[in-house]
């Protein structure tokens, strides 16, 4: 394979830039010809498509976000956007695509696929929400970040003896709220794969505040269907203690990658690119113990997502 191209699509991930630097200078020290396009599929079916050199990726390692961008489009989902995002790389004579971004992206990755592009998928989404590799690009920076969230509100919530619950990113998947909530000292994590007992929250809360703590920390993941706002007023109303709700937001998608995500991105991201030159039919690269994988795309995406049942289990013990 003599021309490749590279897209972020989904949300944005620290790491994303990592991954399109390795990329970048992984192809072109196979002497192939690597072009960047804009805007995920959004930018493809634009044409947005510009020629990478060593140089047009130096000085973004260490950067959040990502140089080529990132977008939603609406327009690929169809056959007929498809079929365009096809002729598109056939236009311009790309044979194979990296794609790094999430299951969406990966689903579009199938698409071009069956319209005969060669695709890497490159898992790259703070979620952590892909069922066939333990880790994804940019989740354990999410989870670093929600950490020096957690030890700020630390502080202020001991000075006021308050209790907070912090709402962070996960709409299915409850692994930033699980690892965070671990490696925090939260007192409780909310999940959307574990049903809530209120009840139980409270008694925690209670026995903390008996015992002659300041503070209680609870982390609840956007998926569970709770009101954050409102569960505050229910925790204080039940516990007579103040309670607030913090919502980070997309504070957690930003700042510098972590060392692990920038070493996953380049390790992950040159595997795709060997592969494209290989000649290879299309997979999703991933992580698994110690060891990089790929599998066969339509098999990635099949692997269910298995909930760290353990990990929770210890938080409970230990908080
Ligand atoms: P994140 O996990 O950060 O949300 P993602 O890759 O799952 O990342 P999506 O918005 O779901 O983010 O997908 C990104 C883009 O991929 C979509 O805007 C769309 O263009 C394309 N896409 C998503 N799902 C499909 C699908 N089923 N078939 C074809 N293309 C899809």
Redesign the pocket.
């Known amino acids: 394979m003599k021309r490749i191209g590279i897209l972020t699509?989904?949300?944005d991930?620290p790491g994303m830039n990592a991954a399109v630097r390795a990329a970048v200078r992984k192809g072109l020290s196979m002497e192939m010809e690597v072009y960047g396009i804009e805007r995920?599929?959004e930018g493809l079916l634009d044409g947005d498509i510009k020629k990478m050199e060593w140089k047009s990726v130096g000085d973004i390692l260490q950067r959040g976000g990502t140089i080529l961008r990132t977008a939603?489009?609406e327009r690929?989902?169809t056959a007929e956007g498809q079929d365009h995002a096809a002729k598109m790389l056939e236009t311009f004579g790309i044979e194979g695509l990296v794609v790094i971004?999430?299951?969406?992206?990966f689903?579009?990755g199938l698409?071009l696929d069956k319209r005969g592009i060669k695709v890497m998928g490159v898992p790259g989404?703070i979620?952590n929400?892909l069922g066939y590799t333990d880790y994804t690009i940019g989740f354990d920076t999410a989870v670093n970040t929600v950490l020096s969230l957690i030890s700020n509100i630390r502080d202020t919530a001991s000075a006021h003896e308050r209790t907070t619950i912090i709402e962070v990113m996960g709409r299915h998947c409850g692994d930033i709220a699980l690892h965070a909530g671990l490696a925090g000292g939260a007192d409780v994590i909310m999940v959307p794969e574990i049903e809530v007992d209120l009840n139980k929250v409270c008694r925690k809360v209670l026995r903390g505040q008996q015992s002659g703590k300041l503070h209680s920390i609870i982390i609840k993941a956007e998926g569970v269907q709770m009101n954050s706002i409102e569960l505050a007023s229910e925790i204080e109303e039940r516990t007579g203690r103040e309670a607030r709700a913090v919502v980070p937001g997309h504070i957690q998608r930003g700042g510098t990658p972590s060392g692990r995500d920038r070493i996953l991105a380049s390790l992950m991201a040159t595997k795709a690119v060997q592969l494209l030159y290989d000649d290879e039919e299309s997979k999703a690269i991933g992580i698994v113990g110690d060891e990089i994988v790929s599998y066969a795309f339509e098999e990635a995406l099949k692997i269910k997502r298995e909930f760290g049942n353990d990990i929770f289990e210890l938080a409970e013990i230990l908080s």
């Open positions: 699509s989904g949300g991930a995920g599929y939603r489009s690929f989902m971004g999430g299951d969406g992206s689903r579009g698409d989404t979620d929400d």
